[in-house]
């Protein structure tokens, strides 16, 4: 599910929102799917993993859509101009892939009780009251676990973006000074 389904969600989350659907509803839409994948007994009927990710999402979301009073006409619009069918090209395959790697490098820089309730969250889909009970910790712990590991993933993302972009800078900076010479 790692390297074949994760690196679809952005995609998949950015399709809700342009649909939509309120960023709540997008959280527990995904991870409604990552439950329904994970209850599964077998995977390889499934021939294209992001493409059978996004059917699940859209699927819970009509049904979501379908109990609501109403509907804008432009929700309905924007699920049925998305096709399931068009195939990430090579390079965002690729990019995903890097991207999984790369995230789950930094979850496991956490420290051990924030590693193991954000994997167990959002890798592994178990609820906050799964967690809680299986580690023998409060919900809230659980809760404030997950966000502090998410806030510190998306700080250690940042960061190496940012060295990365003063390395660039400076190299640009010595290639410039080099040719003017």
Known sequence: MARQVMPHEADVRAWLLRSRAAPDDADELIQEAYCRLAMLDSVDHIGRPDAYFFSIVRNLYVRRLK?????????????????????PSPEREAGGRLEVERVL?????????????????????????????????????????????????????????????????????????????
Do not use: H
């Not at 006409?73 to 195939?87: C, G, K, L, M, Q």
């Not at 954000?118 to 910790?137: C, Y």
């Open 67 to 87: 109990r609501a009073r109403v509907v804008p006409f432009e929700t309905i619009a924007a699920i049925e101009s998305y096709s399931a069918d068009e195939a």
């Open 105 to 181: 490098a930094l979850i496991a820089r956490l420290p051990e009780r924030c590693r193991q309730i954000v994997q167990m969250r959002r890798i592994e889909g178990l609820s906050q009251k799964e967690i809680a009970s299986r580690l023998g910790v409060t919900e809230k712990v659980v809760e404030k676990q997950v966000w502090q590991g998410i806030r510190a993933v998306q700080a250690l993302w940042q960061a190496a973006d940012a060295e990365a972009e003063a390395r660039i800078d400076a190299a640009e900076k010595t290639r410039v000074s080099k040719w003017r010479k």
